[in-house]
């Protein structure tokens, strides 16, 4: 028996080296690949290259969410990707007001890509995703539930230095908008003149509803807190959308 065992040893021992020499050139291979296809000359396409910056209008692929990230933390960043896209975003000097309120990556925002928006002070991580869903759901599901496109963004303010309101009144924590990480949504206007809001087309079964919900739904994959008028009254009017926050969507 002892015999065998020895006679085996051998044959373990070049099959784990074997096993471990294939694990060490399929990382180093891996490796290598790496780091041709992410290099900012890589003849990977920008949309697929997590190192080249965000662009709003490519198609979104497993890496946009890391480009945005990437983004909304860098405000030359952020504010070039606007650029880039065209979108009305003014910059402004940061404003700092109390220990709990101002606007840093300030800026004035007047239009997205192909929707206007009433001038509002807000911040450029906040306009940001505002953009990507503008873009990416809004329009789209205009032109398909509604057969035009948006033509304006309808709302009720980005920035307000205030606490936290809930159905049981205020409470003591201090509100994303005293940041301007919200934006809060009442609904659109069509560029056939047509004016759809929250208040009056979110329930029902017809074109506009469905309208409606579906870019409830896709605001969900640009913000990390969205609540609208399924939440509670507070909202039944507008969508609280929110850059910071827990993954909520209600």
Known sequence: MEEDSNKRRPFVLR??????????????????????????????????????????????????????????????????????????????????????????????????????????????????????????DIQPAARQHLGSDVSQLLHIGSYNCRKMRTSRGTENAWSSHATARAFDITGVRLSDGRRLTLLKNWEGAGAEAAFMRQIWRGSCKWFRLVLGPDYNRLHADHFHLQTSGWGFCR
């Not at 997590?50 to 952020?78: F, N």
């Open 15 to 136: 099959a784990a080296l074997f096993l471990l020499s294939s694990l060490l050139s399929i990382a180093l291979l891996g490796l290598v690949a790496m780091w041709v296809l992410l290099r900012p000359d890589s003849v990977l396409p920008e949309h697929w290259n997590p190192t080249r910056p965000l662009s709003i209008t490519a198609p979104v692929t497993p890496v946009t969410r890391w480009q945005l990230r990437v983004a909304s933390r860098d405000e030359a960043v952020c504010r070039d990707v606007l650029a880039q896209a065209g979108i009305g975003f003014s910059k402004m000097e940061p404003l700092v007001s109390g220990e709990h309120c101002g606007i840093s990556q300030r800026g004035s925002l007047s239009s997205l890509i192909d929707a206007q928006v009433s001038p509002i002070e807000t911040r450029c991580s906040t306009a940001l995703r505002l953009a990507m869903w503008e873009h990416h």
